[in-house]
């Protein structure tokens, strides 16, 4: 089977040779290159581009020459070979062989997510490498892997936030024929594929968008990086919207990945009629009726209304969310910390907590005080708990911290593993963040590699700094904090999984393996009737009381993180996990926990 995505952007094999397109609607003069030979592309309108150059085969290095002197490689590039800007590389999709036919994917309710970053997955940092681990994953009772973002990005290592060509996987990590050789692999265990996409912004070095098509972007909307992106301008919104629709259409189609997570969906600003998200997610939908595409937003407005469902309870536009209130929460308990965001979980985490864990989010339009008090979120209690992806860590949690300790690094183990279980066992869609199963001891730290802009360099390194000069640990010395350019931040944050067959790292794995079984034999079952409601109470201080009903039963989860003993009636429950040292009766020490499922009433 060969799979090939057809867009108006970027290079085509056609009958006659290969067709080249470019929208430069604010460039005067546009010259194609192509192996170092200048070819006219005429204007065919609407600041389009275009023309077919015969005899050009895959391998065939190009770019285009902007007003008579910047050659800049083209923003639709399915790959470049030497960086964000050399030239881009004529591939043709339909070269890969694909053994996947019968592939249609797996239902959302078995979904359990792997968050990883290629480069520092395995020693080697290839897509090769990661095949090597998949088998490790599956037996583990993964489900999912989900990629960080691989669009190009200045340099060899970067966490893919900053990437400038959404199209181009970057090279760093193989050839595109090896990472759709990853795919095809992780399809024939029964594994899902999932990639991380950024719509919201640009890196800082290598995008050329600027010198031919300035209206790509818009002073009328700011973000954190700067002018926004022109999702709604009528001069150009309809091709700026096309060009990441296509790109989400062309990961799923061509390189068939399962899903896809959207990044910081709250940086998209658009005051159209329709918003971007509606148009993707439906757009998407329609274009894939009998495949199981799974669509995820990382959206710190809390938005409900991304997520509902049919009369079917099938996801009319995208399938969950980040459930980051729901990491806020357990992290507050675990740790204590309530700096920055914490503090608006730290005042009653108890409550937050069972809020999450029955309707979603904490915060559901009351005033958010790290928004000086703005409401935040909507109303999610009549979602269902597939409606919303948790974690106990991910590579923003763990990353962003000065010295990117994990969780593990951080909170006592007894208290971890209670919430590793309340993690793996609610019927929430559960993510892993890679070396969480055995609590790894590698760090994930912030890196890039901007060489040889070492301006550039300094600035990052000189802002990671001062970014944490205002905490009181790193107040009188901020030499510590690693250097995010340099190559040993990237190779410390490698994992080991030569580790996991260590004590105390095996123990761990073997509670992770456990409790995956547990959720597929139990849990994933009942998530996938008709779901009827939840509530969750809080009988004693420290204590949560949580049931789901589904059509065909329900799950309960009593917890206990206070600091006294509590006791409970099973109601007939049938204890499938506890750490109490009791399975007779709901006798809870301080900081355990019990689930319970039953049939349905």
């Keep these: 089977m060969r799979r090939a995505h ?45 023309t077919v150059v015969p005899g050009v085969k895959a391998g065939a290095r190009y770019g285009f020459r902007i007003d008579g002197d910047l050659v800049v490689p083209d923003p639709a590039s399915r790959f470049q070979p030497d960086d964000v800007s050399a030239p881009s590389e004529v591939i043709d999709p339909n070269a890969y062989p694909w053994s996947d036919g019968e592939w249609t994917g797996r239902p959302w309710e078995e979904a359990v997510v792997y968050e990883l970053h290629v480069g520092t997955a395995t020693p080697e940092g290839t897509y090769a490498a990661l095949e090597r681990r998949l088998d490790d994953l599956v037996d583990l009772g993964v489900t999912a892997i989900e990629l960080l973002p691989l669009a190009d990005f200045k340099g060899t290592r970067n966490w893919g936030y900053d990437g400038v060509l959404p199209y181009a996987p970057d090279a760093a990590y193989g050839r595109p024929d090896e990472l759709k050789h990853l795919i095809d692999t992780a399809h024939s265990k029964g594994l899902m594929v999932l990639i991380d996409c950024v719509y919201n912004h640009f890196g800082p070095a290598g995008n050329y968008l600027h010198a031919y098509a300035k209206t790509f972007f818009t ?44 990044d910081a969906v709250h940086a998209i600003l658009d005051d159209s009629e329709t918003h971007f998200l509606a148009e993707l997610g439906d757009t998407i939908r329609k274009t894939f009726p009998d495949r199981h595409v799974h669509l995820i937003l990382e959206n710190e407005a809390n938005q409900a209304r991304w997520l509902e469902r049919d009369e079917k309870s099938q996801p009319i536009l995208h399938n969950a969310q980040w459930a980051d209130d729901l990491h806020h929460c357990w992290h507050v308990l675990l740790t204590g910390e309530d700096a920055g965001y914490y503090a608006s979980f730290a005042d009653k985490p108890v409550e937050h907590l069972a809020r999450c864990l029955a309707e979603g989010f904490a915060y559901q339009g009351e005033p958010f005080p790290t928004l000086d008090n703005h409401p935040r979120g909507e109303p999610s209690a009549h979602l269902p708990p597939s409606a919303f992806v948790t974690f106990l860590q991910n590579h923003d949690q763990v ?63 000189e802002g990671r700094r001062r970014e944490f000069k205002s905490f009181a640990a790193f107040a009188d010395d ?13 190779e410390d944050s490698k994992i080991d999984w030569d580790e996991a067959e260590t004590e105390p790292h095996r123990a761990i794995w073997a509670d992770t393996r456990n409790l995956l079984q547990i959720r597929r034999q139990s849990v994933v079952p009942l998530s996938k009737s008709r779901f ?23 799950l309960r989860f009593v917890v206990n993180v206070g600091d006294e003993e509590f006791s409970a009636a099973a109601d007939g429950g049938q204890v499938i996990w506890s750490n109490s040292g009791s399975r007779q009766a709901l006798q809870l020490p301080s900081w355990t926990g019990v689930f319970l499922i039953g049939g349905a009433q």
């Design 6 to 50: 057809a867009m108006r952007f970027g290079s085509e094999f056609a009958e006659d040779g290969v067709r080249f397109a470019l929208w430069a609607p604010t460039a005067a003069d546009v010259t194609l290159v192509v192996d170092g030979t200048d070819h006219p592309i005429p204007d065919v309108g609407e600041g389009w581009r275009r």
């Design 219 to 262: 002073e009328r909307h700011q973000t954190p990086w700067g002018a926004g992106i022109n999702f709604d301008g009528a001069e150009s919104g309809p091709v700026v919207r096309d060009y990441f629709i296509e790109n989400a259409l062309y990961w799923l189609k061509e390189y068939h990945f399962d899903g896809i997570r959207f």
């Design 399 to 461: 990353g962003n911290r000065a010295l990117g300790e994990r969780l593990s690094h951080l909170a006592d183990p007894k208290k971890l593993a209670l919430a590793r279980a309340g993690l793996l066992l609610a019927p929430q869609i559960p993510m892993l963040w890679m070396g969480e199963e055995w609590s790894a001891s590698a760090p994930f730290l912030f890196f890039v590699d901007f060489a040889p802009d070492e301006e550039l360099n300094k600035a990052v390194r």
């Design 478 to 490: 901020t030499s510590v904090i690693p250097d995010p350019t340099e190559a040993k931040t990237f």
């Design 532 to 554: 009827l409601g939840a509530k969750a109470e809080i009988p004693a201080p420290g204590v949560v009381d949580c049931i789901w009903r589904y059509e065909d039963g329900w």
